[in-house]
């Protein structure tokens, strides 16, 4: 098979390594990847992940026999559709499909009407009705963009005058969504949904916030680590039976099926798990813990297949640019990468860019230190000693993942 991966982050790393090493697959093109994806086959510059047209005709032009999109902007721009329209297979779901991510306000009425167990919440399209709903409020107040905000447009806090201003930003860009605040540890799980059914995954815990302690604003995520420990038995089916399945029967209800990796993000509170948040791809920083525990062959896995799961433990420490999240800074040379690393330590690229033989900071999250191990200390001791080795001016990250 000749593979198309769209996607340039860690977590499109993380896919196309592990696509690349099927004996079913003679070829991974990335589009439009990034150095550590280079290493594994062509990479396609020129052509905007957003730019559906384009990728759909470059996939028949090329042969490609499958599509796998990672990220979510190209979902919600519709090129899953454009790819079908010329008959290329692919996985993700239809840009009608992929609103369970780009429009919480959408999500949010597919689960109540699926039956779905979510905080409440109501939408806006105007700041003073949102006020006057924040007045009605006790704290702490999550106030949400409804659409794509690339992680960062989720505000949690105990200040109502700090909800109150984030509306007021948020709402000049589209519809803003206010939630009941949910207390308990989050965990990640995902499904992989294909027309023969879906199956579940194992589950991951990322971090969001920038510093330790879950201090700091928001970011894509800092890091993450799989097992999770700490879950009830069973959690994975509960999952399954009780928000996977209702939300595919709905969307297939109203002619609207999906296909692709869907993550529910879970808070375990005291009356039972709750959904914080639907994405339509697989996670990230998850993927990157996640795929490294899959033993079989993701390409049989992405038709149908049962997963199967090592007994092995990942975390993955994400290393970011000095002023991540808001304003990162590139340009810096990374060192520490050229005398390679252990066998049981792997690092996806995510805001790299190669010149010649040296690597340079090109994003906000740099790069994700994945270490591997028979228990998650062992494995996090790994990633940590990894990441002491890699350096560039102003290089940050979180010292207690998986702690």
């Not at 994806?37 to 026999?65: F, K, Q």
């Not at 007045?135 to 963009?145: H, I, L, R």
């Not at 109502?160 to 207390?183: C, F, H, K, N």
Request: hydrophobic share 40%; glycine share 12%; charged share 20%.
């Amino acid at each position: 098979m000749k593979v198309l991966l769209i996607g340039s982050g860690g977590r499109e790393h993380a896919l196309g390594w592990k696509i690349a090493s099927s004996p079913r697959v003679s070829e991974l093109i990335s589009l439009p990847g990034n150095p550590g994806l280079a290493e594994l086959g062509p990479t396609v510059e020129g052509i905007e992940e957003g730019d559906v047209g384009a990728i759909a005709a470059m996939s028949r032009i090329h042969g490609v026999d499958l599509v796998v999109v990672g990220p979510e902007a190209p979902l919600a721009a519709g090129v899953s559709d454009a790819l079908a329209n010329l008959g290329i297979p692919v996985f993700g779901p239809t840009r009608a499909a992929a609103r369970l991510e780009s429009s919480k306000s959408f999500a949010k009425k597919v689960m109540t009407l699926a039956g779905v167990a979510t905080a409440e919440s109501a939408a806006f399209v105007m700041a003073q009705p949102a006020h006057a709903y924040l007045e009605a409020m006790e704290g702490p107040f999550v106030v949400k963009a409804d659409g794509l905000a690339a992680g960062k447009g989720v505000l949690v806090t105990d200040s109502r005058t700090d909800a109150m201003s984030w509306v007021d930003y948020w709402v000049e860009q589209g519809p803003v969504v206010i939630e009941e605040y949910l207390e308990g540890p989050e965990v990640s799980v995902f499904a992989v949904c294909t027309d023969k059914g879906a199956k579940g995954m194992e589950p991951a815990r990322d971090y969001k916030r920038l510093l330790d302690g879950d201090e700091g604003p928001n970011t894509g995520g800092m890091g993450s680590y799989s097992p999770v420990e700490d879950l009830s038995d069973g959690l994975v089916d509960h999952t399954m039976t009780d928000v996977i399945e209702p939300t595919l029967r709905h969307m297939r209800g109203e002619g609207n099926p999906f296909t692709g990796f869907l993550y529910a993000g879970l808070v375990l509170t005291a009356a039972g798990p709750r959904v914080l948040e639907f994405n339509v791809r697989l996670g990230d920083p998850e993927g990157q813990a996640v795929l490294p525990r899959l033993s079989n062959d993701l390409i049989d896995v992405l038709e149908g297949a049962e997963p199967q799961w090592s007994d092995i433990c990942a975390v993955n420490v994400v290393l970011a640019a000095r002023g991540y999240p808001t304003a990162p800074e590139k340009g810096a040379e990374i060192e520490g990468l050229d005398g390679g690393l252990p066998d049981d330590v792997m690092v996806f690229h995510a805001g790299t860019a190669a010149e010649g033989e040296k690597l340079f900071v090109n994003g906000g999250r740099v790069l994700s230190v994945v270490g591997t191990g028979p228990t998650v200390d062992v494995a996090r001791d790994r990633a940590y000693a990894a990441a002491e080795r890699i350096r560039w001016p102003g290089v940050q990250y979180r010292r207690d993942i998986a702690v």
